[in-house]
């Protein structure tokens, strides 16, 4: 079946720094969401992703989807304290299926 | 905003008993999706349901689950002889249409099995 990989697992980030987290698939998806989660909250959908290549930001964010469909990676920019969480890739398959990486969960050194 | 509700917010069972988690959707939506996600885990995909059947359902969706839409607001999970291992949050989520629309996820019941 689809797996959706995600790293990495935990990152730890100095106030005002910049970071990476990576979602790669197993299979070539038809759109890849992001969701973030914080603590003892539930997902909350940040963006979707649908077309080779394609490339949005939202504020600090950027997201970027793969040429091939299979991977994504969200970049955060001079990262602040209200960014702690855990971000969530999901990837649709062709039978529209939602599968979920592990997540990356951010803790922020002020 | 319209947001997704569940009930209850925590639910302690023994282990065998049966219980039922409630979620009501977004009202103009038509796809309806349980996941659950097991403490400090990723969120995984249970079922879906969309036109009154099932349309989707992942291995962990076996015969001791099953879902339902008694009403047409009231979307429910019910899990028979429930296990420890059942032990989890389980969010409802719903979409307005397939392909790929947001899914709005509820703010999950957390479900104890001692």
């Known amino acids: 079946g689809q797996q959706v990989m995600q790293i990495p697992q935990y990152q730890h980030v100095q106030e005002g720094e910049d970071f990476t987290t990576y979602c790669n698939s197993s299979?070539?998806?038809?759109?890849i969401q992001w969701y973030k989660q914080r603590p003892g909250g539930h997902p909350v959908f940040l963006i979707q992703l649908v077309k080779s290549g394609e490339v949005k930001k939202q504020k600090r964010l950027t997201f970027q989807f793969g040429e091939a469909k299979k991977n994504s990676s969200l970049h955060i920019t001079a990262t602040q304290t209200t960014d702690v969480g855990t971000y969530f890739c999901?990837?649709?398959?062709?039978?529209?299926?939602?599968?979920f990486g592990a997540g990356t969960t951010v803790t922020v050194r002020a | 905003e319209p947001e997704v509700t569940q009930t209850p917010s925590h639910q302690v069972t023994q282990m065998g008993q049966e219980v039922i988690l409630r979620c009501v959707p977004i009202?103009?939506?038509?796809?309806f999706y349980w996941y659950r996600q097991i403490l400090g885990q990723k969120v995984e995909f249970l079922v879906s349901?969309?036109?009154?059947?099932?349309?989707?359902k992942s291995e962990i969706f076996d015969d001791q689950f099953s879902v339902e839409r008694p009403d047409g607001s009231n979307f429910t999970l019910k899990i028979r002889s429930t296990k420890l291992e059942d032990s989890a949050m389980y969010f409802c989520?719903?979409?307005?249409?397939?392909?790929?629309?947001?899914?709005?996820f509820g703010p999950g019941t957390r479900l104890t099995v001692l």
């Open positions: 989520a719903s979409q307005t249409g397939p392909k790929g629309d947001t899914q709005y």
């Open positions: 009202s103009n939506h038509l796809y």
């Open positions: 999901a990837g649709l398959s062709n039978d529209y299926k939602l599968s």
């Open positions: 299979t070539t998806l038809s759109n």
């Open positions: 349901f969309y036109n009154n059947e099932i349309s989707e």
